[in-house]
């Protein structure tokens, strides 16, 4: 039995072979070749507040459920009436998600020009593909589960795609990659994605070894406004938060609570 990590990335590659059969990848090729440009994620995330990837996820495997009250297109439009500067949409299956949310949350936002981002266990340049063919402006390529060939791969095929990429690490040695291969987005996730676990002192840990002229953004364990004004001390330049807002009474008035009033 492995780790809920191991478990996901297993039935990942499965996953992928599966859909490239479905849904081959010329025709994602040719699907792609109609639709307009991707949104610029760098540039939705630069300003003097600390900016707001909102997330939408529908249970996570540690805490089961976290919301079935909105459906994703309903959710990401109060995300971004609100505030918020992209969203993020996790598609994994283990989350409850899948590239239908992702295509129907594009849909939902097109009109408010905020780049959508997905978020998934992405190993193969198929995913890729796919990402953009479902609408992504953006994808998530996390270090801890590429060898430095992949990471570099699938950097390229992306910028082939013209899609940005959020290069998440969760170590130094990590970090090290992901600059190496020359991420420009780059991802602090609080979460150790082995344990689960959560701790924002991963962020203050690591920022400041990110060379200037990278973004850097914030994952996880985000959930009120000390943390984000510890954030904006460390010149972090946006946040993503998910189950925060997922589980949030009154979503508008969190969203605000986190984004108003910066000193």
Not at 44 to 51: F, H, I
Not at 121 to 137: H, I, K, N, T
Not at 156 to 173: K, M
Request: glycine share 6%.
């Amino acid at each position: 039995m492995g780790t809920i990590l191991e478990n996901i990335i297993e039935r990942k590659r499965v996953e992928v072979a599966r859909n490239r059969m479905n849904y081959p990848i010329e025709d994602l090729k040719e699907h792609i070749s109609n639709l307009p440009i991707p949104l610029n994620l760098s540039g939705a995330l630069m300003g003097d507040d600390v900016r707001l990837i909102a997330e939408f996820k529908r249970k996570s495997p540690s805490k089961g459920l976290l919301n079935d009250k909105l459906s994703c297109k309903e959710l990401a439009k109060v995300y971004v009436e609100n505030g918020a500067s992209a969203i993020s949409v996790l598609t994994d299956e283990a989350f409850g998600g899948s590239v239908s949310d992702l295509a129907d949350i594009k849909e939902a936002v097109t009109n408010y020009r905020v780049p959508v981002l997905r978020k998934d266990f992405m190993l193969d340049p198929y995913q890729v593909y796919e990402s953009r063919a479902y609408g992504a402006d953006a994808i998530l390529l996390i270090v801890n589960i590429l060898t430095d060939e992949e990471l570099k791969e699938l950097l390229n095929v992306a910028q082939q795609l013209w899609v940005q990429v959020l290069v998440e690490v969760h170590t130094e040695p990590e970090l090290e990659r992901a600059i190496l291969a020359g991420a420009e987005i780059i991802g602090i996730n609080n979460r150790d994605l082995h344990t689960f676990n959560v701790d924002l002192s991963f962020t203050e840990k690591m920022a400041g070894r990110i060379p200037a002229g990278r973004i850097i953004v914030s994952e996880s364990g985000i959930f009120q406004r000390s943390d984000v004004e510890l954030l904006r001390k460390l010149r972090v330049h946006a946040m993503l938060v998910g189950e925060a807002l997922m589980t949030a009474d009154d979503i508008p008035a969190k969203i605000k609570e986190l984004t108003s009033g910066l000193n």
